[in-house]
Each structure stands twice: as structure tokens, then as C-alpha cells.
């Protein structure tokens, strides 16, 4: 199963994982450069903006795709917001114009399979898209104290997104045509940002280390054990189990529930809602595709038990389906929680099964 916290975590922050860190560093580094000695000049400025930068790229490994990708908007406020919004634009303006070659590229792609390779690395950019604005919005009310937990989101978000990108890429394999490699082509400069990323990371725990700044560590568990990010609902569902939370739509084959398969009930979920979604799937073997898709926000889905309720799928890569389109269950949205039910896949001679 995926999820959004993983991701969840997708080719997600392709770009803007690395450039927004981009911007916090540039804050200190412009900070202790100002305090030794004032701009007088706008020209001044420039400068400092420029020394700057170029001191954050010094450790990564594609230093002139960092200093052109900065340099190239005329970035020259020293102001961390102003940063954040410059790369914001280059971040989107990278992922918009793969999302538009992978458009482009479907005239190349006469292979079924690289036809889907293409479709699979469309969605996988807009996905980025989404966390991208979601990203940009988390920096806006980022805290210094928070600096530590926010380093840790960085390296997952960034991990993340070197994961979708070459699943993204691995999907052209065995294919024939020239889109795989034109693909690898306009994704180059993405992945270099993203490595580009994880050295910056690596930088600014050097530089807060160095600095002793005070740091919240971050917290993962309540007092009652269960992790502080789960919700009132969720924590109910796990302190008590199901009898103590009501679903909202009961999934049953015999009849007894509102449905009978696990997608009708999903076209009930509200779209982008920030209040959970309760879905009580009843005993039985549910031979479904079920996606949670990135609109479905705040789902809760709970079973009988492992044993008796199974969710079963047997897509496979030998059928013409590519493996990241074969999983049975796939959750996408933020915030997805499920407990007491088994995933099962067949693909081929081989199962895999997944209990939650």
C-alpha cells in the first residue's frame, strides 16, 4: 500500500525540497554575512545575494545547475519569503515543462508499454505539482525552533522524490521508440536538483550544529503511545477498536451494508476534506483495484480482521500492466489510515500479503 506519507512523499518536491532549502540557508548565511560587515549599496546587495548562493552550492554536486537556477529568476533580496516565492516559480516552471514533454512524447511512445510509461510519469509531475503548493505553504509559518523536524521532513520528501523519478523512468524498460530516453533527457535536471537537495540538507545540519542553535527534537509518540499526527478518530479506532468510532458507509457482500464493493463507497468521499471519512469494509474476499486517489483526504478504512476481510487483485507486469500501476491497493491521499484487514496481491505464480 502507499500513501501519501511516504508521501507519501512522491516525485514530490522534484525541485522545491531543494530550493527551498536553498532559501533558509541563504537566510543564515546572509545573516552571519551581515553582521560582519553592512551592506552600503545596492550593488552591495546583489552581492551578498550572489556570495550567497553561490556558498549554499559549494557542496552539492551540480553546482552551475544550482547557481543558474537562482541566478536566472534575478534573485537578489536577501529576504527568506522573497527566496521561497523565486523558487517556488523555478520549482513549478521544471515540473510543468516535464508534464508538457511527456505530452509531447506520446508521438514517440508506439509502444503500449511505453505509452503507459509516459501516462505513469504524467501523473507522477502532478503529483509533485500538489506538494510543491503544499510545501510552499508549510515554509510560510516555518519556525526556527522547528528547524531539526523540518531538516528530517526534507530528507524523507527528497528521498521520496528520487524514488518517483526513477519509477517513473524504470517504466520504460523493454520498451521500444525513443521516449525513454528523450524522458531521461527533460528529467535530468530535476534529479540533479534533487541530489542537489539531499547535500544541502546535509549542509544545514552542519551549519545549525556549528551555530548551536536551540532545536525542538521532534516528537512522535503521546503519552498514550500512539503517535501525536494520528487523529481524535483514528486514536478512538486504536485505543478501543471499531465498536467506538460509527462509520459513515458500511462496505458488505451480503448485502447488509449501503454497498457491496469498496469503490462505490468511495465515491462518497468528500473531495479534499479535513474531516475523517469512516469506511467499515464487513468480512469477505473483495477482488477489487481500489485508489485512494490524492482527492480523498482524511480516509479511514477498517475491516473485520486480517483474516476475514481480504482485498485481492492479480495485476501484473506479464499482462502489459506496468508494476506501478499493479498494486491492488494503492492510497494516495493524505492522512489514509486502515487497520484490521489484509492486502492481498497475486501477481503471477507469486502472492504478497500485507495485513493492517
Not at 552581492?47 to 556558498?55: D, R, Y
Not at 523540518?150 to 519509477?167: C, H, I, P, Q, R
Not at 490524492?294 to 487483485?313: C, Q, R
Request: aromatic fraction near 6%; charge should be neutral.
Amino acid at each position: 500500500m502507499s500513501s501519501d506519507d511516504g508521501g507519501k512523499k512522491k516525485i514530490a518536491i522534484v525541485s522545491v525540497s531543494a530550493l527551498v532549502l536553498v532559501a533558509m540557508v541563504v537566510a543564515v548565511a546572509v545573516t552571519n554575512s551581515k553582521s560582519a560587515a553592512p551592506d552600503t549599496a545596492s550593488s552591495g546587495e546583489i552581492t551578498t545575494s550572489t556570495k550567497a548562493i553561490k556558498a549554499i552550492c559549494q557542496p552539492t554536486d551540480y553546482k552551475e545547475i544550482c547557481e543558474e537556477s537562482l541566478t536566472k529568476e534575478g534573485v537578489t533580496s536577501t529576504d527568506p519569503k522573497e527566496l521561497v516565492k523565486s523558487a517556488f516559480k523555478i520549482a513549478t516552471d521544471y515540473v510543468n515543462g516535464a508534464i508538457q514533454n511527456s505530452t509531447t512524447l506520446k508521438e514517440l511512445a508506439k509502444d503500449p508499454r511505453a505509452n503507459q510509461a509516459l501516462q505513469n510519469c504524467r501523473e507522477l509531475l502532478e503529483f509533485a505539482i500538489d506538494d510543491i503548493k503544499q510545501s510552499f505553504d508549510r515554509i510560510s509559518t516555518f519556525q526556527m525552533g522547528e528547524v531539526k523536524a523540518f531538516v528530517e521532513d526534507l530528507k524523507v520528501w527528497l528521498s521520496g522524490a528520487m524514488t518517483y523519478e526513477d519509477t517513473c523512468l524504470d517504466g520504460f524498460e523493454n520498451t521500444t521508440g525513443e521516449a525513454g530516453e528523450k524522458m531521461k533527457q527533460f528529467l535530468k535536471s530535476s534529479q540533479q536538483l534533487t541530489s542537489n537537495g539531499l547535500a544541502m540538507v546535509t549542509e544545514l545540519s552542519k551549519t545549525l550544529g556549528d551555530l548551536q542553535l536551540p532545536t525542538l527534537g521532534r516528537r512522535l509518540m503521546g503519552e498514550d503511545g500512539i503517535s501525536e499526527w494520528v487523529s481524535d478518530t483514528n486514536r478512538r479506532l486504536l485505543q478501543a477498536g471499531p465498536p467506538a468510532v460509527k462509520p459513515n458507509v458500511v462496505v458488505a457482500q451480503d448485502g447488509s451494508g449501503k454497498y457491496k464493493t469498496i469503490n462505490e463507497a468511495l465515491a462518497e468521499i468528500p473531495k479534499n476534506s479535513n474531516v475523517t471519512f469512516v469506511i467499515h469494509v464487513k468480512a469477505g474476499i473483495y477482488k477489487e483495484h481500489v485508489v485512494i486517489t490524492k482527492a480523498m483526504t482524511h480516509v479511514t478504512m477498517y475491516g473485520d480482521g486480517p483474516t476475514k476481510t481480504v482485498v485481492t487483485g492479480s495485476l501484473n507486469y506479464v499482462d502489459g500492466i506496468q508494476t506501478f500501476k499493479t498494486a491492488s491497493f494503492a492510497a494516495i491521499g493524505a492522512n489514509f489510515f486502515a487497520r484490521d484487514q489484509l492486502l492481498r496481491e497475486r501477481h503471477g505464480f507469486r502472492e504478497h500479503c500485507r495485513a493492517y
